[in-house]
């Protein structure tokens, strides 16, 4: 894989490896880069009773951070915000959701490794 691709296209790539990968664990992809004045949801899944909400990250391998480090508190505060406008906006045809978990996604693209932090931040307010 080229290192001159751009960052745009990186997060492309790794969303799509993202998606491939929830879909082969049984999940249904309801949104993808759901965006608000807040911030962004990169995808929004479903299985069952279960609604997700999913940062994904992606690396080239030999960056000198972490991928799962970028998302910190003010990011997760951004997707949580995000997450209760969804919430608010669809709340009605999600009305069998009994659980709510946000995962983030960090997939190496030089290498095809993908991380799974499953409910990897909450918040203690309810969105019912």
Avoid: C, P
């Amino acid at each position: 894989m080229n290192n001159k691709i751009s960052k745009k296209e990186k997060g492309k790539r790794a969303e799509a490896l993202a998606e491939k990968y929830f879909i082969s664990k049984g999940f249904e992809i309801v949104e993808r880069n759901f965006r608000t004045k807040t911030g962004e949801i990169d995808l929004i899944l479903k299985r069952e009773s279960l609604l997700v909400f999913v940062e994904v990250k992606s690396t080239f391998g030999s960056q000198n951070f972490i991928s799962e480090e970028k998302v910190d508190r003010i990011k997760q505060k951004k997707i949580l915000t995000s997450a209760k406008f969804f919430w608010l906006k669809n709340y009605q045809k999600f009305s069998k959701i009994r659980e709510i978990r946000f995962d983030v996604v960090v997939i190496n693209l030089k290498n095809g490794e993908l991380k799974h932090y499953e409910s990897a931040f909450s918040e203690e307010i309810s969105f019912y």
